[in-house]
């Protein structure tokens, strides 16, 4: 039995709980073995609430914010999708 991971959305103004059930309905649809599985919703009284797997690592935001690579420019990176044509 996977271990759950709990993610409460305090603030629930009516924008945020449509966020929040747009997010719910979205997580039901996908499935797959690298994508961490959503288990469901809690929306009765405050605070909203979603039920993952729990991320051993954290979350995909969490990583490459502060554990991920870093971005460094290439020198020409910004030149490559660009090419003059002339008429």
């Known amino acids: 039995v996977p271990t ?10 009516e924008s945020a709980r449509q966020d929040f059930q747009r997010e719910a309905e979205l997580l039901t649809m996908l499935q797959h073995q690298h994508i961490v599985r959503f288990f469901g919703v809690c929306t ?5 609430l979603m039920v993952f797997e729990y ?12 554990d991920g ?11 490559l999708g660009y090419q003059h044509i002339p008429a």
């Open 4 to 13: 759950p991971t709990i993610q409460a959305l305090k603030e629930v103004s």
């Open 44 to 48: 009765e009284g405050r605070p909203l």
């Open 55 to 66: 991320m051993r690592h954290g979350d995909l935001n969490r990583f490459l914010r502060y």
């Open 69 to 79: 690579p870093a971005l460094v420019p290439a020198p020409g990176l910004l030149s």
